[in-house]
Structures are given as structure tokens and as C-alpha cells.
T-cell receptor, first 111, second 114 residues
């Protein structure tokens, strides 16, 4: 079945770059997503990438996709304390089907 | 981006009662909505897929008679937890998909069953 894995925790200093990694197993994944969840809140869609792309940049966020290795990463440049949250990667084959989520990576930004 | 709302945001109920949670897509129509459940410090687990005008599709291990889903319109899906018990306490999140392959999530509903 589908499986999405992430490391559980990442700590960085304010101003540094953060890189959150994710691996997935479903080769039919069409879209790969990054969501942010702050304590007690729902999920905020940060960005998503189509599987035929290898990079997508949106302001401070850069998504890299290695489809051969089924590896996805999210780079946050100039990380701020407000970026502290849990980041989930998720995969899906179309927008009409439910997503499979990773376990989430807790990002802690030290001032 | 598109907005999905949930109501209520928090609910506390007594064991044995039923609780209804609403999920609305505010500025777009969603023929399909999804209901997820999240336990503390864990990921989201899909419970069911809600299809407008037809029966919901439940994931394995999810009791359809306990978690009733109704998707009566293109902007509203409801999840009713019937005869709730303390083990049903969780964070329930819905999502709706736009035609652009984006999925937007509601803010979640925290259910506490005493």
C-alpha cells in the first residue's frame, strides 16, 4: 500500500534554512503536497508539486522532487520563529482522492 | 485560496450522546469531501470519502453506523458521531478538493467525550 515517511523532528536557528524531507512509495502519485499545522489548528496548504516537475519555488519555500528516488523536500529560507509548526507531506493521484499523509515533522525554530 | 469551514470548532459531550460536525466549502463547490481523524501527535488518518448525492465510502475499520456522513449539497458535508464514547475523542478534520487538484482543509473540530 501507500506509505509516506518523514523524520519526526528538526531544530534550526532563526535565520537559517530548514530542510524537511519526505519519502513516499506510491509511484502513481500525481501530486505531492506540503501542509503546515500549528498547535490546535487545522492544516494550511503551503504548496504542492506536480510529479513531472522537479522543483517549485514560492517566495521562501522551495520544493525539490526526485521522482526516481521518490524523495520530496521542503526548504524554508530565512526560517522565522513563526515557522515553528508541524509540517506534513502528503501524496495523491488526483485532487478528487483522499491524500496519504506522512507522520509530520515538528520544526522548532530557536531565536 | 479556497476556504473550508467546520462547525463547531470544539465540542464536549457526555458518553452516549450524538454529535454532528459540519464541513462547508465557502467559495467553491465540492462534489467530494473527505473526513480525517487525528489523534494527538499523530498524522491524519482517512475515515471516509463523502460524495455529494451518494453514500459515503468508508475506510477499513471505520464503522459506518457509528460515523454517519451526509453530503446533501455541493457545499456541505456532515459527520455525526453516534453514541459517542471517550475513545471517540479526537480531532476531526474535513477537506474538499477544487478542480485545480488542490485540497483545502477545514480548521478541525476537537471532540471530547466525557
Amino acid at each position: 500500500g501507500e506509505d509516506v515517511e518523514q523524520s519526526l523532528f528538526l531544530s534550526v536557528r532563526e535565520g537559517d534554512s530548514s530542510v524537511i524531507n519526505c519519502t513516499y512509495t506510491d509511484s502513481s502519485s500525481t501530486y505531492l503536497y506540503w501542509y503546515k499545522q500549528e498547535p490546535g489548528a487545522g492544516l494550511q496548504l503551503l504548496t504542492y508539486i506536480f510529479s513531472n516537475m522537479d522543483m517549485k519555488q514560492d517566495q521562501r519555500l522551495t520544493v525539490l522532487l526526485n521522482k526516481k528516488d521518490k524523495h520530496l523536500s521542503l526548504r524554508i529560507a530565512d526560517t522565522q520563529t513563526g515557522d515553528s509548526a508541524i509540517y506534513f507531506c502528503a501524496e495523491g493521484d488526483t485532487g478528487r482522492r483522499a491524500l496519504t499523509f506522512g507522520s509530520g515533522t515538528r520544526l522548532q525554530v530557536q531565536p | 485560496g479556497a476556504v473550508v469551514s467546520q462547525h463547531p470548532s470544539r465540542v464536549i459531550c457526555k458518553s452516549g450522546t450524538s454529535v454532528k460536525i459540519e464541513c462547508r466549502s465557502l467559495d467553491f463547490q465540492a462534489t467530494t469531501m473527505f473526513w480525517y481523524r487525528q489523534f494527538p501527535k499523530q498524522s491524519l488518518m482517512l475515515m471516509a470519502t463523502s460524495n455529494e448525492g451518494s453514500k459515503a465510502t468508508y475506510e477499513q475499520g471505520v464503522e459506518k453506523d457509528k460515523f454517519l456522513i451526509n453530503h446533501a449539497s455541493l457545499t456541505l458535508s456532515t459527520l455525526t458521531v453516534t453514541s459517542a464514547h471517550p475513545e471517540d475523542s479526537s480531532f476531526y478534520i474535513c477537506s474538499a478538493a477544487t478542480g485545480d487538484n488542490e485540497q483545502f482543509f477545514g480548521p478541525g473540530t476537537r471532540l471530547t467525550v466525557l
